[in-house]
């Protein structure tokens, strides 16, 4: 998997202004503003598949799910 390293200011834009390609399907993501019930954050999305990547997912993915996760896929399973 191709790893990005995005770095994130205050003012909720890219501290780099660039084009980011879809790990997934190749295609164009775009800096986003994502809103939910009691949060907000900024991200990339992609207009093709919808993948969505923020600082938050990056370092989830560096890290590796942790023990809970595995033992609640354990259980779903069983």
């Given at each position: 998997?191709?790893?990005?390293?995005?770095?994130?200011?205050?003012?909720?834009?890219?501290?780099?202004?660039?084009?980011?390609?879809?790990?997934?399907?190749?295609?164009?993501?775009?800096?986003?503003?994502?809103?939910g019930l009691n949060e907000q954050f900024s991200g990339?999305?992609?207009?093709l598949c919808g993948e969505i990547i923020d600082q938050v997912i990056l370092e989830n993915r560096q890290t590796g799910p942790g023990r809970k996760a595995?033992?609640?896929r354990r259980e779903s399973h069983h």
């Open positions: 998997m191709k790893s990005y390293t995005l770095q994130f200011n205050k003012g909720g834009r890219s501290s780099q202004e660039f084009h980011m390609k879809c790990h997934r399907c190749g295609s164009i993501m775009v800096y986003e503003s994502f809103y990339w999305r992609c207009v595995r033992e609640r």
